[in-house]
């Protein structure tokens, strides 16, 4: 079955520390994935894509297959990066279905 | 950008009667709506996926007895509670992908926070 996984619950930096938040998926099939972020009072919304190898606010994400992997870097925190991170796999048939890891909230200390 | 907006964003219903939530792309078309559910401090579950014109598909274990979902038009889905109980009481998300848009992309409503006393 379909699954992603974040480990943690909470990860806590001081401003200016390197940051990664993990996520593993479970697909048997050719996998697109995504980090989502939901901001203290906001929406969601997309952040980045792996198809893009995109840098955005800093942020970059790698998708390594033979570790069904597509951890979320960050070489310099800052204070405004707080929120919920959420790592998600869209997987194929007819609608593209969008399922989402348990969310990592990070919290960058001044 | 795209935007989706959800309406209500609070509701307070009596057990046994029924709660539409409306959720709508202001603009752009959105060839896809999904509808999640969040409790609270957990993740977002993937409730049903609606496509304009045609009937929802719902993921195992929701009842589509009572959660019904129509999606009417390219702008508009909507999601019934019927005979909502207490345990219906959750945040409900509503997120649309538009036409053309890549497959994981999609854009959130603000959600809709339903508690059924």
């Known amino acids: 079955a379909q699954r992603v996984t974040q480990p943690e619950k909470l990860l806590s930096v001081f401003k200016g520390a390197p940051v990664e938040l993990k996520c593993n998926y479970s697909?048997?099939?050719?996998?697109?994935l995504f980090w989502y972020v939901q901001y203290s009072r906001q929406r969601l919304q997309l952040l980045l894509r792996?198809?893009s190898r995109e840098s955005i606010k800093g942020f970059t994400a790698d998708l390594n297959k033979g570790e069904t992997s597509f951890h979320l870097k960050k070489p310099f925190a800052q204070e405004e990066d707080s929120a919920m991170y959420y790592c998600?796999?869209?997987?194929?048939?007819?609608?593209?279905?969008?399922?989402f890891g348990t969310g990592t909230l990070l919290a960058v200390q001044p | 950008g795209a935007v989706v907006s959800q309406h209500p964003s609070w509701v307070i219903c009596k057990s046994g009667t029924s709660v539409k939530i409306e959720c709508r792309s202001l603009?752009?078309?959105?060839?896809?709506m999904f509808w999640y559910r969040q409790f609270p401090k957990q993740s977002l579950m993937l409730m049903a996926t609606?496509?304009?014109?045609?009937?929802?598909?719902?993921e195992q274990g929701v009842e589509k007895d009572k959660f019904l979902i129509n999606h009417a038009s390219l702008t508009l889905s909507t999601l019934t509670v019927t005979s909502a109980h207490p345990e219906d009481s959750s945040f409900y998300i509503c997120?649309?992908?538009?036409?053309?848009?890549?497959?994981?992309?999609?854009?959130f409503g603000e959600g809709s926070r339903l508690t059924v006393l």
């Open positions: 997120s649309a992908r538009a036409a053309g848009g890549l497959a994981g992309e999609l854009f």
């Open positions: 697909y048997s099939g050719s996998p697109e």
């Open positions: 792996h198809i």
């Open positions: 998600a796999l869209s997987f194929g048939g007819a609608t593209n279905k969008l399922i």
């Open positions: 603009d752009f078309q959105a060839t896809t």
């Open positions: 609606s496509n304009e014109g045609s009937k929802a598909t719902y």
